[in-house]
C-alpha cells in the first residue's frame, strides 16, 4: 500500500514536520510518498529516497542536477529520476539530459 504525505506551504508547520519525520523514519510498513513543491522542498535531503518525479523540467542543467542528486545519493546510485516534460521543455530536456548523462543513459519516450 501506498500513502502520500504532502508537504507544502497551504499545511501547517506542524503538519509538515510530522510528515517529514514520518518519511525520513523509515519504520512505516507502507510505501510513503513525500509530494513537495520545489519551493518546499529546498534544502531537505534523504538518504531513503529510491525515486524522484520532477514535474516541470528544470530552466538549468544544475538546477537538475541538485533535484536529482538526492536519489543517486539516498539509494547508492541506484535510483531512479522521472522527468514528466510538458511539449515546450521537449528539446531544452533532451539537450539538457543529454549533455549531462550522455546518450547511453537517456531514455525519452
Known sequence: ???VLPYHAAISSQR???HLEEFVDGASREHLVLVATD???RGIDFSCAQHVILF???RRGDEWLRRVGRVGRGAQGGGVVTSLVLPYQAMRARKMLHKTLGQERLWIG
Do not use: D, M, V
Request: charged share 35%; proline share 8%.
Open 39 to 41: 519551493r518546499a522542498s
Open 1 to 3: 500500500a501506498y500513502r
Open 16 to 18: 509538515r514536520k510530522a
Open 56 to 58: 516541470g523540467f528544470p
